[in-house]
């Protein structure tokens, strides 16, 4: 589906987001909340920025949908980690780790439908 040049960026997103998730997993608050902080700006610098006038139209279309809703997941996950760094019951905490876990997941399936490593490989 989509040129090396994007398979391999995509590749390092995905790793970023997976150790985004083994964050998760330590519950280090902090090291979670600066992994976090810096996955935005590193998707848009380099993700973003990619051309993709190279590819068919449906694929263009693909990969545009696939950004948005990616771009999208990625503030939903910044301002879930600020609640998270604002949570002082075990109860809230858990709650937003879990919206953590479920926006990791859901990135990591997006990546993998662009990739072609989905079955899946639905439009988001």
């Not at 992994?35 to 545009?64: C, H, R, Y």
Request: aromatic share 6%.
């Amino acid at each position: 589906m989509l040129t090396n040049v994007h398979q391999q960026a995509y590749q390092v997103f995905k790793h970023k987001v997976e150790i985004l998730g083994g964050a998760l997993d330590q519950d280090d608050r902090a090291t979670l909340s600066t992994a976090i902080a810096e996955l935005q700006p590193w998707f848009q610098t380099q993700l973003l920025t990619l051309s993709i006038d190279d590819l068919d139209p449906v694929q263009q279309q693909q990969v545009q949908s696939y950004q948005v809703e990616m771009n999208k997941q990625l503030r939903l996950l910044a301002m879930d980690s600020l609640f998270l760094q604002a949570a002082r019951q075990s109860a809230t905490a858990g709650q937003r780790q879990e919206q953590i876990r479920d926006r990791v997941s859901t990135l990591i399936r997006y990546c993998d439908a662009l990739l072609g490593t989905d079955d899946s490989s639905k439009l988001p």
